[in-house]
Protein backbone atom coordinates (compact mmCIF):
# COMPACT_ATOMS: atom_id res chain seq x y z
CA UNK A 1 0.00 0.00 0.00
CA UNK A 2 1.11 3.40 -1.14
CA UNK A 3 1.68 5.47 2.07
CA UNK A 4 1.26 8.89 3.14
CA UNK A 5 5.15 8.44 4.38
CA UNK A 6 5.88 7.05 1.39
CA UNK A 7 4.57 10.81 -1.10
CA UNK A 8 6.21 12.41 1.15
CA UNK A 9 9.48 10.89 1.17
CA UNK A 10 9.58 10.29 -2.56
CA UNK A 11 8.92 14.12 -2.92
CA UNK A 12 11.44 14.90 -1.09
CA UNK A 13 14.03 13.22 -2.82
CA UNK A 14 13.77 15.88 -5.59
CA UNK A 15 15.77 18.04 -3.77
CA UNK A 16 19.46 16.98 -3.06
CA UNK A 17 19.35 18.25 0.29
CA UNK A 18 17.17 15.28 1.34
CA UNK A 19 19.03 13.47 -1.15
CA UNK A 20 22.07 13.36 1.23
CA UNK A 21 19.74 13.84 3.98
CA UNK A 22 17.98 10.44 3.59
CA UNK A 23 20.85 8.44 1.67
CA UNK A 24 18.32 7.36 -1.44
CA UNK A 25 17.09 8.62 -4.60
CA UNK A 26 14.79 7.32 -7.31
CA UNK A 27 14.52 5.33 -10.36
CA UNK A 28 11.72 5.71 -12.55
CA UNK A 29 10.42 3.03 -15.33
CA UNK A 30 10.69 -0.63 -15.87
CA UNK A 31 13.76 -0.90 -17.53
CA UNK A 32 15.45 1.63 -15.41
CA UNK A 33 14.42 -0.43 -11.96
CA UNK A 34 15.38 -3.41 -13.38
CA UNK A 35 18.90 -2.10 -14.32
CA UNK A 36 19.93 -1.00 -10.79
CA UNK A 37 17.93 -4.12 -9.48
CA UNK A 38 20.45 -6.21 -11.39
CA UNK A 39 23.63 -3.87 -10.39
CA UNK A 40 25.17 -3.68 -7.31
CA UNK A 41 23.09 -0.52 -5.96
CA UNK A 42 20.50 -1.62 -2.65
CA UNK A 43 16.95 -1.67 -3.18
CA UNK A 44 15.22 0.76 -0.34
CA UNK A 45 11.07 0.56 -1.62
CA UNK A 46 9.92 -0.76 -4.82
CA UNK A 47 6.35 0.61 -6.28
CA UNK A 48 4.91 -1.39 -9.41
CA UNK A 49 1.67 -1.19 -11.21
CA UNK A 50 1.85 -4.94 -11.24
CA UNK A 51 4.13 -7.92 -10.07
CA UNK A 52 6.82 -7.33 -12.73
CA UNK A 53 10.25 -7.84 -10.68
CA UNK A 54 11.46 -10.45 -8.83
CA UNK A 55 11.94 -8.62 -5.52
CA UNK A 56 9.80 -7.06 -2.80
CA UNK A 57 7.19 -5.01 -4.17
CA UNK A 58 4.31 -2.39 -2.83
CA UNK A 59 1.90 -2.82 -5.70
CA UNK A 60 0.00 0.25 -6.29
CA UNK A 61 -2.08 1.87 -9.05
CA UNK A 62 -1.89 3.95 -12.44
CA UNK A 63 -3.47 6.62 -10.43
CA UNK A 64 -1.01 6.14 -7.62
CA UNK A 65 1.91 6.19 -9.70
CA UNK A 66 0.98 8.88 -11.41
CA UNK A 67 0.87 10.66 -7.91
CA UNK A 68 4.67 10.15 -6.98
CA UNK A 69 6.32 10.35 -10.44
CA UNK A 70 7.72 12.86 -12.47
CA UNK A 71 7.20 11.90 -15.70
CA UNK A 72 4.69 12.69 -17.86
CA UNK A 73 4.03 9.45 -18.77
CA UNK A 74 4.92 7.21 -15.79
CA UNK A 75 6.02 3.42 -16.78
CA UNK A 76 4.89 1.16 -14.57
CA UNK A 77 7.29 1.38 -11.62
CA UNK A 78 9.51 3.49 -9.67
CA UNK A 79 12.09 2.77 -7.12
CA UNK A 80 14.05 4.14 -3.79
CA UNK A 81 17.70 3.05 -4.18
CA UNK A 82 20.17 3.47 -1.21
CA UNK A 83 23.07 5.89 -2.35
CA UNK A 84 26.68 4.08 -2.11
CA UNK A 85 29.30 5.16 -0.48
CA UNK A 86 31.40 7.23 -2.09
CA UNK A 87 35.08 5.06 -3.25
CA UNK A 88 37.95 7.32 -3.49
CA UNK A 89 39.76 6.13 -6.42
CA UNK A 90 43.46 6.70 -7.33
CA UNK A 91 43.23 8.36 -10.60
CA UNK A 92 44.71 5.92 -12.90
CA UNK A 93 44.00 4.96 -16.25
CA UNK A 94 41.68 7.44 -18.57
CA UNK A 95 39.88 9.71 -15.58
CA UNK A 96 36.99 12.32 -17.36
CA UNK A 97 36.74 15.09 -14.82
CA UNK A 98 34.05 18.08 -15.01
CA UNK A 99 34.69 21.32 -13.63
CA UNK A 100 31.07 22.58 -12.89
CA UNK A 101 29.09 21.03 -15.55
CA UNK A 102 25.03 22.26 -14.24
CA UNK A 103 22.94 20.69 -16.87
CA UNK A 104 21.25 17.40 -15.79
CA UNK A 105 20.37 16.39 -19.23
CA UNK A 106 24.28 17.23 -20.20
CA UNK A 107 25.69 14.98 -17.19
CA UNK A 108 23.46 11.83 -17.91
CA UNK A 109 24.66 11.85 -21.92
CA UNK A 110 28.08 12.25 -20.29
CA UNK A 111 27.76 8.92 -17.90
CA UNK A 112 26.52 7.17 -20.99
CA UNK A 113 29.81 8.34 -23.22
CA UNK A 114 31.66 7.07 -20.15
CA UNK A 115 29.92 3.53 -19.91
CA UNK A 116 30.46 2.96 -23.65
CA UNK A 117 34.23 4.25 -23.91
CA UNK A 118 34.58 2.24 -20.76
CA UNK A 119 35.81 5.00 -18.60
CA UNK A 120 35.17 3.91 -14.83
CA UNK A 121 36.40 6.73 -13.21
CA UNK A 122 34.30 10.26 -13.40
CA UNK A 123 35.27 12.53 -11.13
CA UNK A 124 32.96 16.00 -10.47
CA UNK A 125 33.77 18.93 -8.88
CA UNK A 126 31.46 19.83 -6.12
CA UNK A 127 29.60 22.38 -8.09
CA UNK A 128 28.71 19.66 -10.99
CA UNK A 129 24.85 18.96 -11.04
CA UNK A 130 24.24 15.59 -8.68
CA UNK A 131 24.30 12.55 -10.20
CA UNK A 132 21.46 11.44 -8.43
CA UNK A 133 19.04 14.07 -10.04
CA UNK A 134 15.97 12.29 -10.72
CA UNK A 135 16.80 13.92 -14.19
CA UNK A 136 20.23 12.20 -14.19
CA UNK A 137 19.19 8.70 -13.37
CA UNK A 138 16.80 9.14 -16.60
CA UNK A 139 19.03 10.47 -18.76
CA UNK A 140 21.51 7.69 -17.97
CA UNK A 141 19.75 5.24 -19.04
CA UNK A 142 21.33 2.34 -16.51
CA UNK A 143 24.59 3.54 -17.22
CA UNK A 144 25.00 4.90 -13.40
CA UNK A 145 25.25 1.54 -12.44
CA UNK A 146 28.40 0.74 -14.57
CA UNK A 147 30.65 3.92 -14.13
CA UNK A 148 32.05 5.14 -10.61
CA UNK A 149 31.24 8.92 -9.61
CA UNK A 150 32.61 10.72 -6.75
CA UNK A 151 32.60 14.25 -6.03
CA UNK A 152 35.79 16.71 -5.23
CA UNK A 153 37.45 19.01 -4.63
CA UNK A 154 38.77 19.41 -8.28
CA UNK A 155 41.54 21.88 -7.35
CA UNK A 156 42.92 19.51 -4.18
CA UNK A 157 42.12 16.25 -6.73
CA UNK A 158 44.39 17.96 -9.52
CA UNK A 159 47.04 18.87 -7.45
CA UNK A 160 47.87 15.62 -5.92
CA UNK A 161 47.09 13.40 -9.13
CA UNK A 162 50.54 12.12 -10.68
CA UNK A 163 49.49 11.68 -14.46
CA UNK A 164 49.01 14.23 -16.94
CA UNK A 165 45.79 16.60 -17.07
CA UNK A 166 43.98 17.39 -20.31
CA UNK A 167 41.80 20.13 -21.61
CA UNK A 168 40.46 21.45 -24.21
CA UNK A 169 41.01 25.56 -24.99
CA UNK A 170 40.56 27.42 -28.02
CA UNK A 171 44.29 27.56 -28.32
CA UNK A 172 45.45 24.47 -27.62
CA UNK A 173 47.12 22.03 -30.32
CA UNK A 174 44.73 20.03 -32.63
CA UNK A 175 43.14 16.79 -30.92
CA UNK A 176 43.85 15.33 -33.84
CA UNK A 177 47.70 15.35 -34.47
CA UNK A 178 48.85 14.81 -30.55
CA UNK A 179 49.98 11.37 -29.41
CA UNK A 180 46.95 10.64 -26.71
CA UNK A 181 48.83 8.27 -24.05
CA UNK A 182 46.49 5.61 -22.13
CA UNK A 183 46.45 6.80 -18.91
CA UNK A 184 45.46 10.87 -17.83
CA UNK A 185 42.70 13.21 -16.46
CA UNK A 186 40.42 14.60 -19.32
CA UNK A 187 39.09 17.87 -17.77
CA UNK A 188 35.59 19.00 -19.30
CA UNK A 189 34.13 22.76 -17.87
CA UNK A 190 30.89 24.52 -17.31
CA UNK A 191 28.44 24.78 -20.41
CA UNK A 192 28.79 28.80 -20.17
CA UNK A 193 32.46 29.54 -18.76
CA UNK A 194 34.19 26.42 -20.17
CA UNK A 195 37.19 25.18 -17.39
CA UNK A 196 37.70 27.79 -14.86
CA UNK A 197 41.20 29.86 -14.40
CA UNK A 198 42.02 28.31 -11.12
CA UNK A 199 41.56 24.67 -13.42
CA UNK A 200 43.13 25.57 -16.33
CA UNK A 201 46.52 26.47 -14.54
CA UNK A 202 46.68 22.96 -13.21
CA UNK A 203 46.05 21.29 -17.06
CA UNK A 204 49.48 20.40 -18.15
CA UNK A 205 48.73 19.68 -22.26
CA UNK A 206 46.11 22.10 -23.82
CA UNK A 207 43.94 20.73 -26.82
CA UNK A 208 41.65 21.90 -29.51
CA UNK A 209 38.87 20.44 -31.09
CA UNK A 210 39.56 21.82 -34.90
CA UNK A 211 36.58 23.52 -36.66
CA UNK A 212 35.86 23.05 -39.81
CA UNK A 213 33.42 25.68 -40.60
CA UNK A 214 33.61 27.63 -43.33
CA UNK A 215 32.26 30.86 -41.58
CA UNK A 216 34.15 29.60 -38.46
CA UNK A 217 31.68 31.61 -36.63
CA UNK A 218 30.08 28.61 -34.12
CA UNK A 219 31.29 29.51 -30.99
CA UNK A 220 31.24 26.30 -28.82
CA UNK A 221 30.32 23.28 -29.04
CA UNK A 222 27.85 21.30 -26.25
CA UNK A 223 29.67 20.00 -23.71
CA UNK A 224 28.15 16.51 -24.29
CA UNK A 225 29.05 16.52 -27.69
CA UNK A 226 32.73 18.24 -27.20
CA UNK A 227 33.46 15.00 -24.69
CA UNK A 228 32.18 12.87 -26.96
CA UNK A 229 35.06 13.63 -29.12
CA UNK A 230 37.66 13.88 -26.69
CA UNK A 231 36.85 10.42 -25.40
CA UNK A 232 36.93 8.82 -28.74
CA UNK A 233 39.72 10.09 -29.57
CA UNK A 234 41.77 9.32 -26.57
CA UNK A 235 39.73 6.06 -27.44
CA UNK A 236 40.82 5.37 -31.00
CA UNK A 237 44.48 4.82 -31.25
CA UNK B 1 2.41 48.74 -28.92
CA UNK B 2 2.26 45.11 -28.38
CA UNK B 3 -1.35 44.01 -29.95
CA UNK B 4 -3.41 41.51 -29.08
CA UNK B 5 -2.89 40.51 -32.64
CA UNK B 6 0.88 40.12 -32.14
CA UNK B 7 0.16 38.28 -28.90
CA UNK B 8 -2.18 35.58 -31.28
CA UNK B 9 -0.01 35.44 -33.69
CA UNK B 10 3.10 34.74 -31.41
CA UNK B 11 1.70 31.87 -29.88
CA UNK B 12 0.25 30.16 -33.05
CA UNK B 13 3.92 30.00 -33.76
CA UNK B 14 4.40 27.45 -31.36
CA UNK B 15 2.61 25.22 -33.48
CA UNK B 16 4.19 23.84 -36.50
CA UNK B 17 0.95 24.14 -38.22
CA UNK B 18 0.73 27.63 -38.03
CA UNK B 19 4.57 28.17 -38.41
CA UNK B 20 4.02 26.80 -42.02
CA UNK B 21 0.41 28.21 -42.68
CA UNK B 22 2.25 32.08 -41.83
CA UNK B 23 6.13 31.05 -43.19
CA UNK B 24 7.28 32.58 -39.79
CA UNK B 25 9.54 31.58 -36.72
CA UNK B 26 10.37 32.89 -33.32
CA UNK B 27 13.57 33.68 -31.97
CA UNK B 28 14.19 35.00 -28.64
CA UNK B 29 17.11 36.76 -26.45
CA UNK B 30 19.20 39.49 -27.62
CA UNK B 31 22.16 37.17 -28.79
CA UNK B 32 19.82 34.84 -31.14
CA UNK B 33 18.09 38.03 -32.35
CA UNK B 34 21.30 39.61 -33.24
CA UNK B 35 22.57 36.35 -34.87
CA UNK B 36 19.38 36.57 -36.80
CA UNK B 37 19.37 40.24 -37.96
CA UNK B 38 23.09 39.45 -39.13
CA UNK B 39 22.12 36.63 -41.34
CA UNK B 40 20.45 36.32 -44.87
CA UNK B 41 16.74 35.71 -42.72
CA UNK B 42 13.88 38.37 -43.36
CA UNK B 43 12.63 40.22 -40.18
CA UNK B 44 9.02 40.29 -39.71
CA UNK B 45 8.49 41.58 -36.10
CA UNK B 46 11.18 42.82 -33.42
CA UNK B 47 10.18 43.14 -30.11
CA UNK B 48 12.51 44.83 -27.52
CA UNK B 49 12.56 46.33 -23.58
CA UNK B 50 14.78 48.50 -25.32
CA UNK B 51 16.43 50.51 -28.55
CA UNK B 52 19.03 47.38 -28.71
CA UNK B 53 19.12 46.43 -32.12
CA UNK B 54 19.87 48.56 -35.36
CA UNK B 55 16.39 47.60 -37.03
CA UNK B 56 12.43 48.44 -36.85
CA UNK B 57 11.92 47.34 -33.36
CA UNK B 58 8.65 47.70 -31.27
CA UNK B 59 9.19 49.19 -27.42
CA UNK B 60 7.43 46.64 -25.05
CA UNK B 61 7.07 46.22 -21.10
CA UNK B 62 9.19 43.61 -19.38
CA UNK B 63 5.50 42.13 -18.25
CA UNK B 64 4.60 42.16 -22.01
CA UNK B 65 7.72 40.43 -22.76
CA UNK B 66 6.71 37.88 -20.29
CA UNK B 67 3.58 37.47 -21.57
CA UNK B 68 4.85 36.44 -25.30
CA UNK B 69 7.99 34.55 -23.89
CA UNK B 70 8.56 30.31 -24.05
CA UNK B 71 11.71 31.01 -22.03
CA UNK B 72 11.48 31.39 -17.40
CA UNK B 73 13.86 33.67 -17.79
CA UNK B 74 13.22 36.00 -20.49
CA UNK B 75 15.88 38.00 -22.25
CA UNK B 76 14.99 41.67 -23.81
CA UNK B 77 14.06 40.73 -27.16
CA UNK B 78 12.06 38.32 -29.14
CA UNK B 79 11.65 38.84 -32.79
CA UNK B 80 9.56 36.88 -35.54
CA UNK B 81 11.15 36.22 -38.63
CA UNK B 82 10.23 34.74 -41.82
CA UNK B 83 11.22 30.96 -43.00
CA UNK B 84 12.79 30.73 -46.25
CA UNK B 85 11.72 28.91 -49.21
CA UNK B 86 13.64 25.48 -48.89
CA UNK B 87 16.55 25.24 -51.37
CA UNK B 88 17.20 21.87 -52.98
CA UNK B 89 20.42 21.04 -52.90
CA UNK B 90 22.21 18.36 -54.83
CA UNK B 91 24.24 15.93 -52.64
CA UNK B 92 27.42 17.13 -52.55
CA UNK B 93 30.26 16.87 -49.89
CA UNK B 94 29.52 15.20 -46.76
CA UNK B 95 26.39 15.72 -45.93
CA UNK B 96 24.41 14.55 -42.82
CA UNK B 97 21.02 12.73 -43.29
CA UNK B 98 18.41 12.20 -40.37
CA UNK B 99 15.74 9.63 -40.41
CA UNK B 100 13.53 11.04 -38.04
CA UNK B 101 15.20 12.38 -35.10
CA UNK B 102 12.17 13.09 -33.05
CA UNK B 103 13.94 15.03 -30.17
CA UNK B 104 14.15 19.36 -30.19
CA UNK B 105 17.38 19.34 -27.98
CA UNK B 106 19.07 16.78 -29.95
CA UNK B 107 18.14 18.39 -33.86
CA UNK B 108 19.63 21.82 -31.93
CA UNK B 109 22.65 20.70 -31.12
CA UNK B 110 22.92 18.35 -34.42
CA UNK B 111 22.64 22.02 -36.21
CA UNK B 112 25.39 23.37 -34.00
CA UNK B 113 27.67 19.92 -34.88
CA UNK B 114 26.93 20.95 -38.55
CA UNK B 115 28.14 24.41 -38.34
CA UNK B 116 31.42 23.30 -36.29
CA UNK B 117 32.64 20.60 -38.59
CA UNK B 118 31.37 22.35 -41.56
CA UNK B 119 28.22 20.77 -42.97
CA UNK B 120 26.29 23.24 -45.21
CA UNK B 121 23.64 20.62 -46.23
CA UNK B 122 21.63 18.93 -43.85
CA UNK B 123 18.62 16.64 -44.88
CA UNK B 124 16.03 15.78 -42.97
CA UNK B 125 13.06 13.17 -43.20
CA UNK B 126 9.41 14.65 -43.23
CA UNK B 127 8.97 13.15 -39.77
CA UNK B 128 12.21 14.69 -37.91
CA UNK B 129 11.12 17.60 -35.63
CA UNK B 130 10.52 20.62 -37.10
CA UNK B 131 14.09 23.12 -37.00
CA UNK B 132 11.72 26.03 -36.80
CA UNK B 133 10.76 24.70 -33.43
CA UNK B 134 11.24 26.96 -30.89
CA UNK B 135 13.30 24.84 -28.81
CA UNK B 136 15.02 23.65 -32.19
CA UNK B 137 15.86 27.36 -32.83
CA UNK B 138 17.13 28.22 -29.09
CA UNK B 139 19.13 25.05 -29.26
CA UNK B 140 21.05 25.63 -32.34
CA UNK B 141 22.60 29.07 -30.57
CA UNK B 142 22.40 30.86 -33.84
CA UNK B 143 23.47 27.74 -35.94
CA UNK B 144 20.96 27.86 -37.70
CA UNK B 145 22.01 30.86 -39.73
CA UNK B 146 24.59 29.02 -40.95
CA UNK B 147 23.56 25.32 -41.95
CA UNK B 148 21.10 24.93 -45.26
CA UNK B 149 18.73 22.46 -43.82
CA UNK B 150 15.77 20.45 -46.07
CA UNK B 151 13.01 18.15 -45.75
CA UNK B 152 12.72 15.79 -47.97
CA UNK B 153 11.49 12.20 -48.49
CA UNK B 154 14.49 10.32 -47.67
CA UNK B 155 13.99 6.85 -49.66
CA UNK B 156 13.65 8.99 -52.42
CA UNK B 157 16.24 11.31 -51.68
CA UNK B 158 18.83 8.87 -51.27
CA UNK B 159 17.88 6.39 -54.20
CA UNK B 160 18.22 9.66 -56.68
CA UNK B 161 21.67 10.02 -54.67
CA UNK B 162 24.76 9.11 -56.65
CA UNK B 163 27.41 9.58 -53.87
CA UNK B 164 28.00 6.65 -51.34
CA UNK B 165 25.66 6.26 -48.52
CA UNK B 166 27.00 5.47 -44.79
CA UNK B 167 24.91 4.68 -41.57
CA UNK B 168 25.89 3.35 -38.12
CA UNK B 169 24.99 -0.29 -37.02
CA UNK B 170 25.97 -2.58 -34.41
CA UNK B 171 27.37 -4.79 -37.08
CA UNK B 172 29.03 -2.40 -39.32
CA UNK B 173 33.19 -2.17 -39.79
CA UNK B 174 34.46 0.11 -37.17
CA UNK B 175 34.92 3.81 -38.20
CA UNK B 176 38.19 3.96 -36.60
CA UNK B 177 39.73 1.93 -39.41
CA UNK B 178 37.77 2.78 -42.64
CA UNK B 179 39.27 5.07 -44.78
CA UNK B 180 36.39 8.08 -44.80
CA UNK B 181 35.90 9.69 -47.91
CA UNK B 182 35.11 13.66 -48.30
CA UNK B 183 31.86 13.20 -50.18
CA UNK B 184 28.77 11.45 -49.10
CA UNK B 185 25.74 10.78 -47.29
CA UNK B 186 25.79 9.86 -43.58
CA UNK B 187 22.44 8.68 -41.86
CA UNK B 188 21.72 8.99 -38.27
CA UNK B 189 18.63 7.40 -36.76
CA UNK B 190 15.88 7.89 -34.83
CA UNK B 191 16.61 8.15 -31.00
CA UNK B 192 14.53 4.67 -30.20
CA UNK B 193 14.65 2.40 -33.34
CA UNK B 194 17.86 3.90 -34.97
CA UNK B 195 17.75 3.83 -39.20
CA UNK B 196 14.77 2.71 -40.11
CA UNK B 197 14.68 -0.91 -41.93
CA UNK B 198 13.62 0.87 -45.54
CA UNK B 199 16.59 3.30 -45.30
CA UNK B 200 19.42 0.96 -44.35
CA UNK B 201 18.45 -1.00 -47.28
CA UNK B 202 19.66 2.36 -48.99
CA UNK B 203 22.63 2.22 -46.99
CA UNK B 204 26.22 1.09 -48.93
CA UNK B 205 28.29 1.09 -46.13
CA UNK B 206 28.02 -0.19 -42.76
CA UNK B 207 30.15 1.79 -39.88
CA UNK B 208 29.79 0.88 -36.18
CA UNK B 209 31.71 2.83 -33.43
CA UNK B 210 33.27 0.90 -31.01
CA UNK B 211 32.62 0.11 -28.11
CA UNK B 212 35.12 -0.08 -25.01
CA UNK B 213 33.12 -0.86 -21.57
CA UNK B 214 34.19 -3.52 -20.13
CA UNK B 215 30.66 -4.51 -19.41
CA UNK B 216 29.73 -3.86 -22.73
CA UNK B 217 26.23 -3.03 -21.60
CA UNK B 218 25.77 -0.16 -22.70
CA UNK B 219 23.04 -0.81 -25.62
CA UNK B 220 23.74 2.69 -27.35
CA UNK B 221 25.14 6.56 -27.92
CA UNK B 222 22.98 9.68 -27.75
CA UNK B 223 22.19 10.76 -31.49
CA UNK B 224 23.91 13.58 -30.57
CA UNK B 225 26.30 12.66 -29.02
CA UNK B 226 27.13 9.82 -31.50
CA UNK B 227 26.60 12.33 -34.57
CA UNK B 228 29.85 14.39 -32.92
CA UNK B 229 31.49 11.20 -32.80
CA UNK B 230 31.04 10.10 -36.78
CA UNK B 231 31.72 13.71 -38.32
CA UNK B 232 35.03 13.92 -36.53
CA UNK B 233 35.88 10.93 -37.94
CA UNK B 234 35.00 11.88 -41.10
CA UNK B 235 36.23 15.21 -41.02
CA UNK B 236 39.74 14.20 -39.19
CA UNK B 237 41.44 12.46 -41.61
Chains 1, 2 share one sequence.
Not at 82 to 91: A, F
Request: aromatic share 8%; net charge positive.
Amino acid sequence: MLTKNHIKLIASLHQKKYRQQHGLFVVEGVKGVQEFLNSHYELFHLFATAPIFDAKTIEISDKELNKISQLKSPNKALAVFRIPQQKMMTPRGLVLALDDVRDPGNLGTIIRLCDWFGIENLVCSKATVDCYNTKVVQATMGSLTRVSIQYVDLEHYLKSASIPVFGTFMDGDSIYSEELPTEGIVIMGNEANGISDAIAKLVTKKLRIPRFGRLQATESLNVATATAIVLSEFKRS
